[in-house]
Structures are given as C-alpha cells and as structure tokens.
C-alpha cells in the first residue's frame, strides 16, 4: 500500500510561480509512474502530468505543456510539479496519483486516464487569481 500527501497549493496572483510537493509513504516507489491531476466543481478530474518511472519518461497536456514541470525525487519519495506562468485557468484541486505498472507504450494515451492509476492523494488547492 502506498500513501500519498500533497502539499504547497495557496493562492497566487496571475503570472506567478508555484510548486507543489507529494510525499510518498510504501514500498516500490521508484517502480511506479507518478502523475498530478486537477478537478474543478463540476468537472471531470483531468490529467496534467507523469514522470514514469525511474524518470525515464515525462508527458504534459497540451494546456500545461512548456509552464509546468514534474520531477521526481526517488532517494525522498517525493514527486514534485513545479507551476510558472500560472493563468486563471489552472485553478483547481491538485491530486497526486501512483500507477504500479510504471512505464507504458501506450505513452500518454496509457498515462492521461485516470483509471490507470492505483494510489490517490488527498489533493491540495491552487488558487490563481487575476
């Protein structure tokens, strides 16, 4: 079992940069692909970035791609998104998640659903004002 706690989410102004940390309590960690999500009410939770892996490989949405960055820190367990350029937009709850099968061919198509994955943090609230 593995447990996972996100933190850093506040509330900024439009423009500014952010970086949100998950923390990773089991066995496996650097086996697994570790992904970041976000849900706004009333809206599907939708993917926003993974690093499989062992960081072999890392994948964005088209919305986040070239501000946001995920890295992985597999000696601390932690996983780590760093935000810049933040819009209006990206205000949303922000889950960390943990899929055990690691690395795919499937690329993103495998990775940006949802279903995929086996482990869910609790989420932290990103806050983007204008």
């Known amino acids: 079992?593995?447990?996972?706690?996100?933190s850093g989410g506040e509330l900024?102004?439009?423009g500014?940069?952010?970086?949100l940390s998950c923390a990773a309590s089991g066995r496996g960690f650097s086996n697994y692909a570790m992904a970041w999500f976000r849900q706004v009410p009333g809206k599907e939770r939708e993917f926003v970035a993974v690093v499989t892996r062992q960081g072999l490989s890392t994948y964005y949405a088209d919305s986040v791609k070239g501000r946001f960055t995920i890295s992985r820190n597999d000696v601390k367990d932690m996983v780590y998104l760093q935000m810049s350029a933040l819009k209006v937009e990206d205000?949303?709850?922000?889950?960390c998640a943990g899929n055990r099968v690691g690395a795919s061919l499937g690329g993103q198509d495998y990775f940006s659903q949802?279903?995929?994955?086996?482990?869910?943090?609790?989420g932290?609230?990103?806050?983007?004002?204008?």
């Open 1 to 6: 079992q593995v447990e996972l706690v996100e």
């Open 12 to 14: 900024v102004q439009a």
């Open 16 to 19: 500014a940069s952010l970086r």
């Open 91 to 95: 205000t949303a709850v922000y889950y």
């Open 114 to 122: 949802k279903e995929k994955y086996d482990y869910w943090g609790q």
């Open 124 to 130: 932290t609230q990103v806050t983007v004002s204008s």
